[in-house]
Nanobody
Framework: QVQLVESGGGLVQAGGSLRLSCAES????????TAWFRQAPGKEREFVAG????????LYADSVKGRFTISSDNAKNTVYLQMNALKPEDTAVYYC??????????????????WGQGTKVTVSS
């Protein structure tokens, strides 16, 4: 089994920054991509950002482009999400997920095999 543990969430004022971390542990897993998703109350889970491990390709949702940056540390099996210029509409529970690939995409929730428990981000206006 693969375990993903997110950390770094919290309460921040609009315009502020947070850095989320996603640490992977457990059995050896051939990762294709790791991504961040978020889910606000009453809304569906949505893709935020993703990174492929072999080529380092990056993908962002339009709503976060230019404000959020996803990065990885292979040695630590950790993926980060640097979030700047936060807005109240960024308020959500943020989840990281890892995909073994083979689905032709890495921006959909169904592309992912393992999920973390989530970390809450609240942005006050």
């Amino acid at each position: 089994q693969v375990q993903l543990v997110e950390s770094g969430g919290g309460l921040v004022q609009a315009g502020g920054s947070l850095r989320l971390s996603c640490a992977e542990s457990g059995r050896t897993f051939s990762r294709y991509a790791t991504a961040w998703f978020r889910q606000a109350p009453g809304k569906e889970r949505e893709f935020v950002a993703g990174i492929t491990w072999s080529r380092g390709n990056l993908l962002y949702a339009d709503s976060v482009k230019g404000r959020f940056t996803i990065s990885s540390d292979n040695a630590k099996n950790t993926v980060y999400l640097q979030m700047n210029a936060l807005k109240p509409e960024d308020t959500a529970v943020y989840y990281c997920a890892v995909s073994g690939g083979g689905r032709g995409s890495y921006s959909r929730a169904r592309d992912y095999d393992y999920w973390g428990q989530g970390t809450k981000v609240t942005v006050s206006s």
